[in-house]
């Protein structure tokens, strides 16, 4: 637990609590009394009221839409399955930057239903809410269908012969099962909402901020430090007692169920109705997921002269950004993919040992330990990106001009993943083999050579290619701390949506379809490794 424990003290909780506590004190004295202040302005009050209730729709939407889809993977068998599964899954590893902008081409100004009947959805809370859904789709869809198709039919079948209706043995039979996933699944979908930044920063317009957002705005525009500190701490608060339910939905989740082979449960649709949920379950994915990345790859080719690669091509010049970069655009590629490498070596290293350390302990600091882990997914990246400047600017971290900041932002939003994607695994493994394995003689090294690595080789696979697609993506943190001589794919993105002219917005379409690309790619290198359905994502 030590190497983990040093990495977030120094890299997590110090910068946060630096930029806290330069917020709340003055002339070393803390000021508390800002707290009352803060929450009291009718402007603060609004921004933590949305924050809520979109982050609440938002659950609740994408629960109805996704459920159904949850149902056809875990129960249904039809050609496609397995590649239909990895593309509901791409938007949950793209950048929530990217995410935005395939949304804007569709519900912006010169989007898709712009140019067809002239309306435009985009600075409003639907264009929010859909895009929500899109991005946590495979959540639920991965969470519940990965229990559902272990739950044995027969259980339900048993039901309606003693005389249950189809719907009363579902709700009785096989509803309390899944409630502790559907729970799970629930509050991730509200923990990614609720801090929500780069589709509310790019879809929301002046009109909506959520705290992340407005955390942002007061730390990088208006240098309200004593407000942003203040709205951290209500978002570390909120963040901590959602991990804290998480937990114990967790807990409850990993009790004794009478679980199957998954294949045994899956098969073809049978009757008109589960046909019709099939191709209903195809046309929302068709809708929700691939009509906004298609959009997104259509506006990035339609260039001043017609359908081609205008776009991608001035992203190799320097002067056709505007002066937006100091280098070519196209260097964000390699420099992203390069952070991303970095920052998957060090998320893989951290959370394998966090992960090790939570499989041979238990108790509360155990417990604590664990939720430690997970904070990084929901405390404000924006705090953590400006803390970092004003904090390891000093010998013997003195950091600030160096290029490794960026991975080791990077990595902190990796190492929940890749913790929550080994943990399952090591937890499977026998104790025994490695108490056979000393009483042969192997030292402690040896015997997690050659007992538990080939065990988890696999499952670190998967680990570390959901940190490089989630390293990729980092945008909050990023922002503040990537030179303007190396910009990485989302803070380029987001750099040219900020400019006007359509020469900027191609570009930004261009540079989003690469990232798309990129992330799509890993994750069908993660599904063709995944045979399993260890972890939890």
């Known amino acids: 637990m030590a190497g983990p424990l040093v990495f977030f003290a120094v890299f997590f909780a110090y910068p946060v609590a630096a930029i806290v506590g330069r917020g709340l004190k003055a002339d070393g004295a803390w000021q508390f009394g800002r707290v009352g202040d803060v929450l009291s302005r009718s402007d603060i009050l609004g921004v933590l009221w949305f924050t809520t209730w979109q982050a609440l729709a938002s659950t609740a939407l994408t629960l109805l839409i996704a459920l159904p889809g949850a149902y056809v993977f875990a129960r249904f068998a039809f050609p496609g399955k397995q590649l239909l599964r990895a593309v509901v899954t791409v938007p949950f590893v793209l950048p929530t930057v990217v995410v935005g902008t395939a949304f804007l081409a569709l519900l912006g100004r010169g989007g898709l239903l712009d140019d067809l009947w002239g309306v435009r959805l985009d600075t409003t809370v639907w264009a929010i809410l859909l895009a929500h859904v899109f991005f946590n789709y495979a959540v639920v869809v991965r969470t519940v269908g990965g229990l559902w198709s272990q739950l044995d039919p027969r259980q339900e079948e048993a039901a309606r012969v003693l005389g249950a209706g189809r719907l009363a043995a579902w709700w009785r039979v096989t509803l309390p099962a899944l409630a502790p996933a559907v729970a799970a699944a629930a509050l991730m979908v509200f923990l990614f909402t609720f801090t929500s930044f780069g589709v509310v920063q790019i879809l929301g317009g002046p009109g ?3 705290l992340e957002v407005e955390i942002y705005r007061q730390t990088a525009q208006l240098l309200d430090l004593p407000t942003a500190a203040v709205l951290t701490l209500v978002q570390f608060a909120a963040v901590g007692a959602i991990l804290a339910v998480h937990a114990g939905t967790v807990r409850r989740r990993e009790s004794a169920l009478k679980l199957v082979d998954p294949a045994q449960t899956a098969r073809r649709p049978r009757g008109a109705g589960q046909w019709a949920l099939l191709g209903g379950v195809l046309a929302t994915a068709a809708l929700l997921i691939l009509l906004p990345l298609g959009v997104l790859v259509e506006r990035s080719l339609d260039g001043p002269g017609g359908y081609g690669f205008a776009h991608y091509r001035a992203l190799a010049s ?4 505007g002066g937006t970069f100091l280098v070519p655009p196209l260097e964000a590629v390699w420099n992203s993919l390069r952070y991303a490498l970095v920052a998957t070596a060090i998320a893989v290293v951290i959370g394998g040992l966090a992960a090790a350390a939570l499989t041979r302990r238990a108790g509360r600091l155990v417990r604590g ?3 430690l882990l997970m904070l990084p997914l929901g405390v404000s990246a924006v705090t ?10 000093k ?21 929940p993943f890749v913790v929550r994607t080994m943990l399952p695994v090591l937890r499977a493994v026998d104790g025994r083999l490695r108490e056979a394995a000393a009483v042969l003689g192997a030292s402690p090294l040896r015997a997690w050579r050659e007992i538990d690595l080939p065990l988890v080789r696999r499952a670190t696979l998967v680990a570390a290619g959901f940190a490089f697609a989630v390293s990729l993506g980092e945008f909050g943190a990023t922002v503040f701390i990537a030179r303007p001589d190396r910009p990485t794919l989302p803070v380029a993105v987001a750099r040219l949506l900020s400019r006007p002219g359509e020469l900027n917005y191609g570009q930004a379409m261009a540079l989003s379809t690469v ?3 990129v992330c799509a790619v890993s994750l069908l290198a993660l599904e063709r490794i995944r045979t399993d359905r260890s972890g939890e994502f």
């Open 318 to 321: 320097v002067d056709a950004s």
């Open 384 to 393: 953590v990106g400006f803390g970092f400047l004003i904090t390891l600017d």
């Open 208 to 210: 909506f901020s959520t």
């Open 369 to 371: 330990f664990d939720a």
């Open 395 to 415: 010998p013997p971290l003195d950091l600030r001009a160096s290029w490794i900041l960026v991975p080791l932002a990077q990595a902190l939003v990796g190492v």
């Open 515 to 517: 990232l798309m690309v």
